[in-house]
């Protein structure tokens, strides 16, 4: 947005209502508030229609609007994902503070890190499950370079989420080490899930589990941090090749 440019209104009344005087009065929202309603109106069609313009064009018409209302978006797709990432991240900060309030309360024990951090990335993973056909098509538009940034900082944010109600405080190179190894963790589980097809995703908490256990066994010594973001840049190139090849067998299904 440029100086001077006054944020645009959409003149869409999202609902009306009965004032004291008797006289009926409308809201209206903003072009932001349009695009949230919009955007989780498509996901529903996402199983049928991928992350594409369509999606977002059938969900606009459920809340009846032109399905010209796409337009507002980019055609990569990539704001639907963003969207869906967001409030996946959302849901589970939510989830851990709620946790949170129980031990705090002593309505609930405190989980050992290890089972902590394995319930926390298997609850997200699980956020994926209605759209784990079309999530290889995700993660190739958001491997593009222009949403990476965005991709990234929605990553790293539910890392750090993690990890503050796990209660870490460190301030040191650890703090490094644990989001990168759980960095690594969530990506490789992920490409595990978009592969499994073992009852419940049952071989993808396993591996999960394991790759949870190795992390806990995990030293904290600064070629270890190395080794971890080298084998982090191999998992990215190699996660971008495992999700061309998926996105590919997907589209010839």
Request: proline share 4%.
């Amino acid at each position: 947005m440029f100086d001077g440019d006054v944020p645009l209104t959409v003149t869409i009344p999202s609902h009306s209502y009965t004032g004291q005087g008797g006289q009926e009065s409308e809201d209206y929202e903003s072009e932001e508030q349009l695009q949230h309603r919009i955007l989780t109106a498509a996901l529903e069609f996402v199983p049928e229609h991928g992350w594409t313009a369509e999606a977002i064009a059938e969900g606009a018409k459920t809340l009846g609007l032109s399905a010209a209302s796409a337009g507002m978006f980019q055609n990569d797709g990539s704001e639907l994902i963003l969207h869906f990432v967001s409030q996946c991240n959302t849901k589970l900060t939510e989830l851990l503070e709620q946790e949170q309030k129980q031990v705090q309360l002593g309505e609930a024990e405190k989980k050992p890190l290890d089972q902590f951090l394995r319930d926390a990335v298997q609850a997200r993973l699980r956020m994926l499950i209605p759209y784990i056909e079309k999530w290889p098509q995700a993660l190739s538009i958001l491997l593009l370079p222009h949403n990476i940034p965005a991709s990234l900082n929605l990553l790293t944010s539910m890392i750090d989420d993690i990890w503050h109600y796990a209660g870490d405080q460190s301030t040191d190179f650890n703090w490094y080490t644990r989001r990168a190894v759980l960095t690594g963790v969530y990506n490789t589980t992920e490409l595990v899930m978009m592969q499994d097809s073992s009852p419940d995703f049952e071989d993808t908490w396993r591996f999960l589990e394991n790759r949870v256990a190795d992390a806990m066994n995990m030293g904290n010594t600064a070629n270890q941090v190395q080794s971890t973001g080298e084998a982090l840049v191999q998992g990215l190139m190699g996660a971008a090749v495992t999700i061309k090849n998926l996105t590919g067998l997907n589209q010839s299904r």
